[in-house]
C-alpha cells in the first residue's frame, strides 16, 4: 500500500455526543491511504461507551492493522502532535464538546486534543471543527465566533433536508464529507451529496 502523503492528519475525539462522527472520519482516511493520528479526551471513551457497539480499544485495534495509522492518549503531552514542528496536514476535532471549544477559544491546552489544536492555529494548518451543543448559548457562540475569525471552519452537525436523505448514516457520512472538504482533503463532495436545481 502507498500512502497519499508523508504528513497524516490529525483526529481529535471529544466527549461530544456523535461518537460515529468521529469513527467515520477516521475510517474514510484510513481506507482511502492517508495516515491518521488520533487522540482523544478522557470523557470521549466515556461517550463512546454508550453510543458505539464496539469499544474505543477494539476500534483502536482495527485501526492500527492500517499502516498509517497512529494513536496517543489524551494524557500524552509529549507527542508528536505537541509539537509545531512535526508536520501535519491539519487536523480535525470530530465531534467537539463546548468545553474543548472555550478551551481553545482561550488557549487553554491541558490536554493533548486541546494542544494539538493549538498548534494546528499557530502554525497556521487547516482546523476543523464538529461541534455538537444544542441549544447553543450567548457563551458557545462567542467562542465559535472567536474561533471563526481566527479562520477555523465550524462545521455544525445539521442534517441537509434539501438532499432527502432518510437515514442517521447518511447525515453522518456527509458531515463527515464536509469536513474533508474543509480540510481541504477533498475537492468536493460526492455528486449524491450535491444539491440540483
Same mark, same amino acid.
Request: glycine residues 6%; contains cysteine; aromatic residues 10%.
Given at each position: 500500500m502507498v =500512502? ?14 456523535g461518537?460515529?462522527l468521529?469513527?467515520?472520519t477516521?475510517?474514510?482516511?484510513l481506507?482511502n491511504?492517508y ?5 482523544n479526551?478522557?470523557?470521549?471513551r ?11 480499544g477494539?476500534? =483502536?485495534e482495527?485501526?492500527?492493522?492500517y499502516k ?6 489524551g494524557?500524552d503531552l509529549s507527542?508528536?502532535?505537541a509539537?509545531g514542528?512535526?508536520?501535519t ?6 465531534p467537539c464538546s463546548?468545553n ?6 482561550q488557549?487553554i491546552?491541558?490536554?493533548?486534543v486541546?494542544r494539538?489544536a493549538?498548534?494546528s ?7 476543523v ?6 441549544p447553543?448559548?450567548t457563551?458557545h457562540?462567542e467562542?465559535?465566533t472567536k ?7 465550524i462545521i455544525?452537525v445539521e442534517?441537509?433536508?434539501y =438532499?432527502?436523505f432518510?437515514?442517521?448514516d447518511?447525515?453522518?457520512d ?7 472538504l474543509?480540510?481541504n482533503l477533498i475537492?468536493r463532495l460526492?455528486?449524491?451529496?450535491t444539491?440540483?436545481s
Amino acid at each position: 500500500m502507498v =500512502l497519499k502523503y508523508e504528513d497524516p492528519v490529525v483526529i481529535g475525539i471529544t466527549g461530544a455526543s456523535g461518537s460515529s462522527l468521529g469513527y467515520k472520519t477516521v475510517q474514510y482516511l484510513l481506507e482511502n491511504d492517508y495516515k491518521v493520528i488520533v487522540t482523544n479526551t478522557s470523557s470521549a471513551r466515556l461517550v463512546w461507551k454508550q453510543e458505539m457497539d464496539e469499544s474505543f480499544g477494539e476500534i =483502536l485495534e482495527k485501526w492500527s492493522e492500517y499502516k498509517g495509522f497512529q494513536y496517543f492518549s489524551g494524557n500524552d503531552l509529549s507527542a508528536s502532535i505537541a509539537s509545531g514542528s512535526f508536520k501535519t496536514l491539519g487536523m480535525a476535532i470530530v465531534p467537539c464538546s463546548m468545553n474543548t471549544i472555550a478551551s481553545i477559544s482561550q488557549g487553554i491546552t491541558g490536554d493533548l486534543v486541546k494542544r494539538a489544536a493549538d498548534v494546528s492555529i499557530k502554525e497556521d494548518r487547516p482546523l476543523v471543527i464538529v461541534p455538537r451543543e444544542s441549544p447553543l448559548n450567548t457563551i458557545h457562540l462567542e467562542n465559535m465566533t472567536k474561533l471563526s475569525k481566527l479562520g477555523i471552519k465550524i462545521i455544525p452537525v445539521e442534517p441537509p433536508f434539501y =438532499l432527502k436523505f432518510k437515514t442517521v448514516d447518511e447525515v453522518t457520512d456527509f458531515i463527515v464529507q464536509r469536513t474533508l472538504l474543509a480540510l481541504n482533503l477533498i475537492d468536493r463532495l460526492p455528486d449524491y451529496m450535491t444539491y440540483k436545481s
